[in-house]
C-alpha cells in the first residue's frame, strides 16, 4: 500500500522538523546560561556514556533495568530504522520486519512501564508522566500494524485501510511525544536533552575518574555563585532538562527522610521552572516536606531564592551525594546547591542558626569552634608525638582537623597515634600551625574564607618535606584531596582507615583477634565513600581482627547520612526527626552492640543519639584494642 508508505515518511519528517524547530527553541533557554567550555568530542563519547555509565546506575534496579533496555533500545531501533527505510524512502520490506522486531521490544517495554505505574512508588512524578506509557505502546504498536500491511500481499480493502488509518494515528501519537516533549517540557523532553546532557556534562571528568571537587570561584572577577537562573552555566541548565523525575534522589536524601523542607527532585525541576519561566504549580511530583506546591515561580533573571526555592531548603542539605549516587541521568544536584549557597553567603551573609558565627570564628582564628591553635594537640601531650620542623623530612604528615578540639573525638586520635607507633610510622605534626582546611566554609558558600585558608595551608605545607598526608577526618581528606588541586594544592592524601589497611597488609601493624565479642556494624562516612569511594579499607581492617560487619539496609556507596555534612548541624534546619536519629535505627535493625565509624563527624552526631542505642566506636579504637602486645 503505497500511499501508507508515503504517509509514514510524511509523518516521520513532521517529526523531525517539530522536533528539530522544539529543540531550538530549548537551546535558546540554555543559552541564557553563563559561557562553559563545548566539548564537541563530547558528542562521540554518548554511545558509551549511555550504555555503561548510566545503565550502571539504572542496573541497580533489575526491573527497571530490563524496562530501560527494552523501551530504550526498542525505541533507538525502531526510530533508526524507520528514519533509514522511510525517511529515505527505500520502503525495504526487510528494514519492515526489523522494524517490526524492534518496535515489539518496545512494545513489551511499555508493558513493564504501565504495570509499574498500576501501583506507582511514592518517588514518581505523576500528571503527564502518567500517559507515558499509552503513548510509547501507541509507538510501538502502531509501527507494528503499519509495518505489518506494507510487507502484507493481501489486497487493500476498507478493512485494510482503515487499519492503516488507525495505525498512522497511533504512530503520530507516539512520535508527537516525543517531538512535541523538549518544546512543551512533556516527559520525553529527557530524551533529547539526557543525550546531549550526556554530551556536555558540567563533570565531564567523572566518566574517566572520580571527580567530586568544587569548582573555584574567580572571586576578583566578582563571581559569587548563582543569584537567578541565568547565572547556572548553560550546561547545567541542559542538565536540570535532563531529569526524568524518577525521584530515586528524593528516596534518598536523608533530609527529606527526617522531614526537612528539601526534596531534591522538587528542587531540580524548580531549576526547570526558573531556565522556562513560570510556576511550579505544573509540578506532579512530591513536594518539599512542608512546602505547598503552587506557590512560587520564578523566570530565567529573577533570584531563585525566595521567589522559587525558600531559604530552608537551601539550608537542609547534608552534601552527602546521595542524590547524586542515585540520579540515572548523572545530574549533579549539590553543585547547585553550593552554587546558589555561595551567593546568599557571600553577597547577604543571611545564614541561619550558629553558621554565621563559625564563619566568622574560622576567619578570625582560623578554627571552626574558635579554638586557640596552641591547642590543637593538647590531647597528645603524653603521647610524644613529633612536630614538623621545616628541613627535617619525614614520612607521613598526620592532619588532626577539627575533631582534635572535641574531647571525645580526642580518644579515637589517641587510638590512631599508638597504631601509628606501634607499626614505627615516621610521622609529625604540624602542632600550633595547622589550621582548619576551610571544609565547612566551602559547604557553607563562604568561598571566600576557603580560599584564603587553602592558600595559608597551600603555602605552609610547602615548608615541609613529607610523602603523604593521613587523616582520620573524611573532610580534610576530601578538601586536600579533591578541593585543594585547582589552587595549586597537590598531595597524596590517605584516610586512617587506608592506611592503617595497608600497615597491617604489609605486616608492620601486628594485630590480634577482638576479645569483644559484641556484634559490629560499620557505617560509612559519606565524604569517605561517596566523596571518595573508600569503602573497603575500613572493613578489611575489622575483618582482620576477627570482626564480621553487620551490614545495614543502606551501606557502602549507598550508605545513608549521618546529617553531619555540608554545615547542616550549624544550620539546623527543623524537621519531623533527626537524621542521626534515623540512620541510629537502621544500625539497631542489625542487632549490632557496637557502630564502627571512620569520621569525627559521624561520632558526634550518632552519639548524639538518646535512649538506648549500640556504642560508636571510631574503627582507630577497635584497631588499637587489637594491637599485639610486645615484650
Avoid at 247 to 263: I, R, S, V, W, Y
Avoid at 489 to 505: E, I
Wanted: charge should be neutral; proline fraction near 6%; glycine fraction near 10%.
Amino acid at each position: 500500500m503505497l500511499w501508507v508508505q508515503i504517509a509514514i515518511t510524511c509523518i516521520f519528517w513532521l517529526a523531525v522538523l517539530t522536533l528539530a524547530v522544539g529543540l531550538f527553541r530549548r537551546m535558546a533557554l540554555w543559552r541564557n546560561g553563563r559561557d562553559a567550555p563545548v566539548d564537541w568530542a563530547g558528542l562521540l563519547s554518548i554511545p558509551k556514556r549511555y550504555l555503561v555509565d548510566v545503565h550502571h546506575v539504572v542496573a541497580r534496579d533489575p526491573y527497571i533495568s530490563i524496562t530501560h533496555v527494552a523501551v530504550a533500545g526498542g525505541a533507538v531501533g525502531a526510530l533508526a530504522l524507520i528514519g533509514l527505510n522511510y525517511g529515505f524512502a527505500l520502503y525495504s520490506v526487510w528494514l519492515d520486519w526489523l522494524i517490526i522486531l524492534a518496535s515489539a521490544v518496545m512494545f513489551g517495554g511499555a508493558i513493564r512501564v504501565w504495570r509499574r505505574r498500576i501501583d506507582p512508588p511514592t518517588r514518581l512524578s505523576r500528571g503527564p508522566w502518567t500517559r507515558l506509557p499509552y503513548t510509547l505502546a501507541a509507538f510501538a504498536l502502531g509501527a507494528v500494524l503499519l509495518m505489518a500491511i506494507t510487507t502484507s500481499t493481501i489486497a487493500a480493502t476498507l478493512l485494510t485501510s482503515t487499519l492503516a488509518a488507525a495505525a498512522l494515528l497511533l504512530l503520530i501519537a507516539g512520535f508527537a511525544e516525543l517531538a512535541l516533549g523538549i518544546s512543551t517540557g512533556g516527559p520525553m523532553k529527557h530524551a533529547v536533552a539526557g543525550l546531549l546532557h550526556l554530551g556536555f556534562h558540567p563533570r565531564k571528568q567523572r566518566f574517566t575518574e572520580r571527580s567530586v571537587g568544587l569548582r573555584p570561584l574567580d572571586l576578583d572577577a566578582g563571581d559569587f555563585g548563582v543569584e537567578k537562573p541565568s547565572d547556572f552555566r548553560w550546561n547545567q541548565l541542559l542538565s536540570f532538562d535532563a531529569c526524568v523525575q524518577c525521584g530515586k534522589c528524593e528516596a534518598a536524601c536523608p533530609a527529606a527522610a527526617a522531614g526537612q523542607p528539601l526534596n531534591p527532585k522538587k528542587l531540580i525541576q524548580d531549576m526547570v521552572v526558573g531556565l522556562a519561566g513560570g510556576s511550579d504549580a505544573a509540578y506532579f511530583g512530591s513536594p518539599s516536606p512542608g512546602l505547598e506546591i503552587g506557590t512560587h515561580a520564578g523566570a530565567p533573571d529573577q533570584p531563585i531564592v525566595p521567589f522559587l526555592i525558600e531559604p530552608e531548603t537551601l539550608w537542609s542539605c547534608t552534601t552527602c551525594r546521595a542524590c547524586v549516587q542515585e540520579c540515572p541521568m548523572l545530574i549533579e544536584h549539590v553543585d547547585a546547591i553550593v552554587d546558589l549557597r555561595r551567593n546568599v553567603t557571600l553577597t547577604t551573609g543571611d545564614l541561619p542558626g550558629t553558621a554565621p558565627e563559625t564563619l566568622a570564628n574560622l576567619r578570625e582564628t582560623s578554627t571552626a569552634g574558635g579554638h586557640d591553635l596552641a591547642s590543637r594537640y593538647n590531647w597528645a601531650v603524653d603521647l610524644d608525638v613529633p612536630v614538623a620542623r621545616p628541613g627535617v623530612a619525614f614520612d607521613v604528615l598526620l592532619v588532626a582537623g577539627e575533631g582534635a578540639f572535641d574531647m571525645r573525638y580526642q580518644r579515637s586520635l589517641r587510638a590512631l597515634v599508638k597504631s601509628l607507633q606501634a607499626a614505627k610510622v615516621d610521622f609529625a605534626v604540624l602542632g600550633a600551625l595547622e589550621l582548619d582546611t576551610g571544609d565547612t566554609a566551602r559547604r557553607l558558600g563562604d568561598e571566600a574564607t576557603f580560599q584564603s585558608l587553602a592558600q595559608r595551608n597551600i603555602a605552609l605545607l610547602a615548608g615541609f618535606s613529607f610523602q603523604r598526608i593521613v587523616t582520620a577526618d573524611p573532610h580534610v581528606l576530601n578538601s586536600l584531596k579533591n578541593d585543594y588541586p585547582a589552587l595549586g594544592g597537590h598531595y597524596k592524601v590517605l584516610h586512617h582507615t587506608t592506611f592503617l589497611a595497608q600497615l597491617a597488609n604489609a605486616g608492620q601493624l601486628k594485630l590480634t583477634q577482638m576479645l569483644d565479642q559484641r556484634p559490629v556494624t560499620y557505617h560509612d562516612p559519606c565524604y569517605l565513600g561517596r566523596y571518595n569511594g573508600e569503602i573497603d579499607a575500613p572493613r578489611d581492617l575489622l575483618k582482620s581482627i576477627g570482626i564480621e560487619v553487620r551490614e545495614m539496609e543502606r551501606s557502602g556507596l549507598r550508605g545513608r547520612c549521618c546529617g553531619g555534612g555540608g554545615g547542616a548541624p550549624l544550620t539546623d534546619i527543623p524537621g519531623k526527626q533527626r537524621i542521626p536519629d534515623i540512620r541510629m535505627e537502621d544500625a539497631r535493625a542489625t542487632g549490632a552492640g557496637i557502630v564502627a565509624v571512620a569520621c569525627p563527624q559521624c561520632t558526634a552526631m550518632l552519639e548524639g543519639v538518646v535512649g538506648d542505642r549500640p556504642e560508636v566506636l571510631d574503627v582507630a579504637e577497635l584497631i588499637a584494642a587489637a594491637l599485639e602486645v610486645t615484650a
